[in-house]
């Protein structure tokens, strides 16, 4: 009895062609599984397994576009260019697409103007809330005309915050805070409104240095300015891992003083790097004996390593290449002490809000420097606003938020890395 059961029920199995699933799963997203059941005569636990199985398959490809454009966004600027763009679409086009899928079916107008089907059925909702008084309608809205000159008000606004920033850097500050658009209108808009992109000469080199965590390698360097007639030297402790500026120093000329403190503090906040890289300067490095800093890196138990060319020590050049031209030029100071004031503020906007092409162009230094990688990109997937990312980022930005050291048999208590009180003998 059980097998002639079983036999009847095998002969009951239909077999459906992908044509006759996909317009069942399009009604079921339309006037619900139960309905659709009754409407095709199927069952609502099949209905239910294709609709998920579709919605699984839809969000598998959502997620891999949005890896590859992580991805993409560490590519060269040519490379970005042959993928394809994310694209607004205007009220008319979004009536144009729910006209043809209402003459023909949601498939085909997935076909024919290359929409997501989930996507028209959500124009579909909204058109139907907006007609009871629910919601604006998604065929109605602005002019492209008045998308597109919103859109530039966005660019030069952001180009007017940081006029050093290029093209390919304000799209990623843009793309950061949810506003997606092509490099090319972004550079078509700022040469429109006076830039001029600078000239800049790279040279090829074969030696290359790879940190794989925070505090793996430091790079040190100085940066030489003239601010009215007066000369400054800027020290730049830059994490190769995350391109965090762990500290900076600012003093007339190199000197070792200025790099035992400028480090002992970076140490002292952000705890002790295991190697340094530098270029062999006269505030780094000693040709007859032991210089200074290289005693202090050895009592501190770090290794150092001395470039043998400029190009070892390329992340720290790229980084002052970009400081000069995004912050000592298109910047006027009374005196060397209003410029320390900004330098300081100008750091810490790129620590914490500047995007970086060496982190895939959505990422700021802090997000790697605090292991917030994942957090972040997943709100910025979200659609989160610039408030939550920098909410997120903050509450939790110290490596050690309490420590006990001793100097010179000195022992010193360290909160949210600001020393609290030492102790004397």
């Known amino acids: 009895m059980n097998g ?42 099949t ?34 260019r042959n993928k394809k763009a994310a694209r607004r679409y205007t009220p008319s086009e979004k009536a144009r697409i729910l006209e043809y899928a209402s003459g023909h079916n949601v498939t085909a107008a997935h076909r024919k103007y290359d929409v997501s089907r989930f996507t028209i059925y959500n124009w579909r909702q909204k058109v139907k809330r907006a007609a009871e008084g629910k919601g604006p309608s998604p065929t109605t809205g602005e002019s492209p005309a008045v998308l597109e000159e919103q859109r530039d008000r966005e660019i030069l606004n952001e180009w007017h915050k940081q006029p050093g920033l290029g093209p390919s850097q304000i799209r990623n500050q843009l793309r950061r805070k949810g506003v997606k658009v092509s490099v090319h209108t972004v550079r078509r808009v700022m040469e429109e409104a006076g830039y001029r992109p600078p000239k800049v000469k790279s040279k090829p080199h074969d030696e ?42 600012v003093d007339d000329a190199e000197r070792a003083d200025l790099v035992i403190k400028t480090f002992e503090e970076a140490v002292g906040r952000h705890g002790k790097p295991e190697m340094v890289l530098h270029d062999k300067g006269s505030a780094f490095w000693s ?15 770090i290794d150092q390593i001395a470039a043998e060319h400029k190009e070892w020590n390329g992340k720290l050049e790229v980084f002052n290449a970009n400081l000069q031209k995004e912050f000592f030029d298109v910047n006027r100071f009374y005196d060397v002490a209003q410029m320390r004031r900004r330098l300081a503020t100008h750091l810490h906007w790129y620590n914490h809000q500047r995007t970086s092409h060496a982190l895939g162009g959505l990422l700021v230094p802090a997000d790697r420097y605090y292991g917030r990688v994942d957090e972040v990109l997943a709100r ?39 020393k609290l009180t030492a102790f004397d003998p």
Request: hydrophobic fraction near 35%.
């Open 47 to 80: 209905i239910s397994h294709w609709v998920r199985m579709e919605k699984k398959a839809f969000a598998v490809i959502t997620r891999q576009n949005s890896d590859r454009a992580v991805v993409d966004s560490a590519s060269t600027e040519k490379q970005s």
């Open 4 to 45: 002639q059961s079983k036999e009847r029920k095998k002969r009951q199995t239909r077999n459906y062609t992908e044509e006759q699933k996909q317009e069942v799963i399009e009604d079921a997203l339309e006037i619900g599984n139960t309905a659709s059941s009754k409407m095709h005569g199927i069952p609502v636990s």
């Open 208 to 249: 290359r240095f790879e940190a794989v965590r925070p505090n793996q390698l430091w790079h040190l360097d100085f940066l030489h300015r003239h601010i009215n007639r007066a000369n400054t030297f800027t020290l730049i402790l830059l994490d190769d891992y995350s391109r965090y500026v762990a500290g900076h120093g």
């Open 287 to 301: 040709w007859r004996g032991i210089g200074r800093f290289t005693s202090f890196l050895t009592e501190l138990g």
């Open 380 to 418: 910025i997937e979200a659609g989160s606003d610039r408030e939550g990312l920098d909410a997120l980022q903050l509450r939790d930005r110290m490596l050690e938020l309490f420590k006990v050291v001793s100097k010179g048999g000195v022992p010193e208590v360290w909160l949210m890395g600001r």
